[in-house]
């Protein structure tokens, strides 16, 4: 294995960069989860940087609280500042709900290749037509949606396991490596 990592910012290793590096896939290998909470935080980033407000916003915080507290399912991830497009005195926040289980999510960048631009703006509902429940490697999947102007139509695509990448699971001096399978879109079809 072998892993290539800029150090930046006070020796913090982005776990964007090793991804980056070693090839992932970032939708292929996603881990299941139903939201994510994504919020810009200034590094380095302490160990308890979900408990205390510090470098996190007590309202951010607040708000974390009250979904685990509600038995809500959700991922935070914390996003370093970007010094093209961050401000000082602000706090970005981004909010991501899955749209339906791990296969659908990756069948749905492949359309958004095929449609554009424009895809953001459809309605979509999809499901998992038939799928390897033990295994994950494999699942037909159906995305059906509906344009601004009121057209529906549907693809229909097979997802399966292309292969599998290290990838890190935090930032840190060392990080936590861990093979995640890497999923591609066998087959797209358009369906009329």
Not at 7 to 29: H, L, V, Y
Not at 86 to 94: A, F, I, K
Not at 110 to 123: F, K, N, S, T
Request: proline residues 6%.
């Amino acid at each position: 294995m072998n892993i290539s990592i800029n150090k930046t910012r006070k020796n913090c290793r982005f776990c964007s960069e090793i991804s980056q590096a070693n090839g992932e896939d970032p939708i292929g290998s996603a881990i299941v989860v139903e939201q994510y909470l994504i919020i810009e935080a200034a590094q380095p980033w302490p160990v308890n940087i979900w408990i205390e407000p510090e470098p996190m916003p007590q309202g951010v915080l607040d708000a974390l609280n009250y979904v685990w507290g509600s038995s809500g399912t959700i991922r935070q991830l914390a996003i370093a500042p970007d010094k093209e497009y961050s401000h000082p005195d602000y706090t970005r926040v981004l909010y991501y709900c899955r749209p339906a289980k791990l296969f659908a999510q990756i069948a749905e960048r492949e359309i958004w290749m095929q449609e554009g631009w424009r895809w953001l703006e459809y309605h979509k509902t999809g499901q998992i037509l038939a799928s390897d429940e033990i295994n994950q490697e494999w699942a037909d999947v159906r995305i059906d949606f509906t344009t601004p102007d009121g057209s529906s139509s549907a693809y229909q695509a097979r997802v399966e396991v292309k292969g599998s990448v290290i990838t890190a699971w935090n930032s840190a001096e060392q990080p936590s490596l861990k093979e995640v399978k890497q999923y591609h879109v066998s087959s797209l079809v358009k369906l009329t």
